[in-house]
């Protein structure tokens, strides 16, 4: 085991009372079985049922958003967002090349193409300045559009992403997004329980987007959302995920290709439940980054990644940065816990070196190509901080 790693193990086994400590397991308890149970009785664990609206008034609560469309999963919320925001064939989509690989594809579903962008190096947000710079070079206004010189295409809008929770520098985002006439859709899937000063993730672009998979803050099992201000936006949304069918008791028509993408009542049912206790999961969560906060101090071989000025973090993944100096012992490490059964994992393989993006446009990705190899993920389930000891 390499010096770093027996630092690390050391550390967990004297602080954690646990043989295994898995990356980031659902904080579900006894009371999200009873909703549960309340579908099956009352025979509605499909697209119809009294959670679905309960679940997304909910959602409408926390986020202060004007409008919430709860879906299938985050996935599909982005498709669907993408779709609303009006990115077609051939557009331009500029989208971080450090992301889940959801994001992109998202853009490919339209026949738009991702175009990669730069991250900055404390929380592996969008870039905004190496943006500026590269776009000021790249492309051209003409009439209500932002075009790129080299390929024609348009590019028409930009896709945010708040990384393991973390807020990225959404207002500098927002100024440039006006000057590039270019949508903001805002991938908050990571971030529910993340604010801004005081304003929720999800809230800042023209349209964004929650997950509520099982590995997230909080959990449907499966499940996403749309988040806007715009009710045409909504509605239309609406529309979509349910196959574009037009309401009638038992008629089917339907006027334009439309997705199954409706959230599912039994699923909306846990959200429910899980939802009601967020504001207790996410003072775990924070307990947790100040344990190891703790734990790690004064180490000299990687940094804890805390909240960004301004922001409050859900810290749904908990993250450490290996030095630049130790950055090829990152992958060892990782080996290494994993062995030990503490189940860390690296940081996403950069979009532009995935097969199906090879030929994507992309931009000087310097930054991301020398952060993304040192990143690692630590465990963080909200429960956790019941272990330490
Ligand atoms: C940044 C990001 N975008 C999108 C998604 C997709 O969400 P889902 O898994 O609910 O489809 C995820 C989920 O892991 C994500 O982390």
């Known amino acids: 085991m390499n010096k770093i790693s027996k630092k690390i193990v050391k550390i967990f086994k004297k602080k954690i009372k646990l043989n295994k400590v898995y990356l980031h397991?659902?904080?579900l308890n006894k009371s999200d079985s009873v909703y549960l149970k309340d579908c099956i009785n009352q025979n509605a664990v499909s697209a119809a049922g009294k959670f679905i609206q309960k679940f997304e008034n909910k959602i409408l609560n926390?986020?202060?958003?004007?409008?919430?469309?709860?879906t299938n999963s985050g996935t599909s919320a982005l498709h669907i967002s993408c779709i609303l925001m009006n990115v077609k064939e051939n557009d331009e989509v500029l989208v971080p090349a450090f992301t889940f690989v959801a994001t992109a594809n998202a853009i490919k579903y339209c026949g738009a193409i991702?175009?990669?962008?730069?991250?900055?190096e404390n929380h592996f947000g969008v870039n905004v300045n190496k943006l500026d710079n590269y776009l000021k070079e790249i492309s051209?206004?003409?009439?209500?559009?932002?075009?790129n010189k080299k390929t024609g295409r348009k590019i028409k809008a930009i896709m945010p992403v708040h990384v393991f929770g973390h807020f990225m520098k959404i207002n500098e985002l927002i100024k440039l997004a006006k000057k590039y006439n270019l949508s903001?859709?805002?991938?908050?899937a990571e971030a529910i329980g993340s604010y801004y000063k005081n304003k929720h993730a999800g809230t800042f672009g023209h349209i964004g987007?929650?997950?509520?998979n099982g590995n997230k803050t909080i959990t449907c099992g499966a499940g996403g959302a749309i988040l806007t201000n715009n009710k045409k936006v909504a509605q239309k949304a609406r529309h979509l995920i349910a196959t574009a069918k037009i309401a009638h008791p038992y008629n089917y028509i339907h006027d334009e290709v439309g997705f199954n993408y409706r959230m599912a009542n039994l699923n909306a049912a846990l959200g429910y439940s899980q939802i009601k206790r967020i504001k207790k999961i996410l003072k775990k969560k924070?307990?947790?980054?100040n344990f190891?906060?703790?734990?790690f101090k004064g180490n000299i071989y990687f940094k804890l990644i805390n909240e960004p000025k301004k922001s409050k973090s859900n810290f749904w993944l908990q993250t450490i940065l290996i030095n630049e100096k130790y950055s090829k012992f990152t992958k060892k490490i990782i080996e290494d816990l994993n062995d030990k059964k503490i189940y860390v994992r690296p940081g996403w393989e950069l979009m532009n070196n995935l097969k199906h993006f090879k030929n994507c446009p992309k931009m000087d990705l310097s930054i991301a190509k020398r952060i993304c190899k040192r990143i690692i993920n630590i465990p963080s389930s909200s429960f956790l901080e019941r272990y330490i000891k």
């Open 292 to 295: 190891y906060d703790k734990i």
């Open 25 to 27: 397991e659902p904080d």
């Open 140 to 147: 051209i206004k003409k009439g209500n559009f932002c075009f």
């Open 114 to 120: 991702p175009h990669f962008i730069d991250i900055e």
């Open 286 to 289: 924070r307990k947790l980054f």
């Open 209 to 212: 987007v929650l997950s509520f």
């Open 62 to 70: 926390l986020t202060k958003a004007k409008c919430v469309i709860s």
């Open 184 to 188: 903001i859709i805002e991938d908050a």
